[in-house]
């Protein structure tokens, strides 16, 4: 029977195992998904794969610095309580060490990838579940590259809850590159400059800005002067470089990095979670409903 791709990331998705493994499953087992499953259990690769279904986001950031290269990567676990796991802790910096070797193009990538120890990376982070007992997830990460003359920021908020990697240009100065790196932590720029911003961003936010002048009953003859002061204040909003410095609010960031004869190149911001819908429980409901029955 042939395999579809399709057959191989359905299995993949009900083991967490990786895409070779799950081919090879579904190979000896002429394509009979069970089966399949049953192949990789008895293989020890899929022992994680009853907690698939369960909802990750929880967990940590974390960067690692090595020369001109860094990783910044987010791992997930369902609670904040094993994300202090000592087990926990040690996978995230296992993994950070071989995204930097290794630096593969993508998530999926990186799970077919072989670690230093002989394991893929899934097979590591499904060992690592069946000790710790909750779903993990290798969600993202970023590698970047600096230059001899450039520097990294490295942050981790709150134990790694955030966590922001920044590269400055044409200064070596990491102790600047790390104030930076605070201020984004703190102020969640969505883009390094205005250049970043498309077009359509900003003519959508020109449109609703000139609504609501407009509503506020203005002369549409001083309305177009208003809105352009308020894209203004929009541009400082979400650009790291227009933002107020946290550390000196008589300065504008880039201004603080040009002090430093630097431009900010790089900005990467994972806060741990962001757009992962968390499984709100009502713990007391819960409770009084196990107690009717």
């Known amino acids: 029977m042939a395999i579809t791709a399709q057959m191989v990331k359905e299995l993949r998705e ?29 293989k020890g690769i899929a022992k994680a794969a009853k907690k698939a279904d369960r909802i990750a ?3 940590t950031t974390f960067i690692k610095a090595e020369g001109n290269e860094a990783v910044i990567l987010e791992v997930n676990s369902e609670t904040d309580f094993v994300a202090k796991n000592e087990g926990f802790q040690q996978l995230v910096k296992e993994l950070a060490d071989h995204l930097l070797a290794s630096k593969p193009a993508s998530i999926e990538e990186a799970h077919d990838q072989t670690m230093s120890n002989g394991k893929t990376v899934s097979e590591q982070i499904n060992e690592a579940v069946a000790k710790i ?36 240009e044409g200064t070596t100065d990491e102790e600047a590159a790390k104030d ?8 969640s720029p969505k ?21 609501q002048a407009l ?19 929009f541009f400082e909003d979400i650009c790291l470089v227009d933002q107020t410095f946290v550390k000196n609010p008589d300065q504008k960031v880039g201004q603080f990095v040009a002090s430093k004869g630097g431009t900010v190149k790089a900005l990467v911001r994972y ?10 429980d009502n ?3 819960e409770v009084m409903s196990q107690v009717k029955k």
């Open 14 to 42: 009900k083991t967490g195992a990786g895409m070779m493994d799950c081919k090879k499953a579904l190979t000896e087992t002429n394509g009979d998904m069970e089966k399949a499953i049953d192949f990789l259990r008895e």
């Open 57 to 59: 986001a929880e967990g």
């Open 133 to 168: 007992g909750e779903k993990l997830t290798l969600r993202r990460f970023e590698i970047v590259t600096k230059g001899d003359n450039d520097a990294f920021g490295a942050y981790l908020h709150m134990g790694g809850r955030i966590g922001v990697l920044t590269l400055l």
């Open 180 to 187: 930076v790196a605070m201020h984004a932590a703190a102020l």
């Open 191 to 211: 883009y390094i400059s205005r250049d970043a911003v498309s077009q359509e961003e900003v003519e959508r936010e020109r449109e609703v800005l000139t609504q």
């Open 215 to 233: 509503n506020e009953g203005k002369p549409e003859n001083i309305v177009a002067k208003m809105v352009e002061g308020r894209i203004s204040k």
């Open 271 to 280: 806060a741990v979670g962001e757009g992962i819908e968390k499984r709100q």
């Open 283 to 285: 713990f007391a409901e």
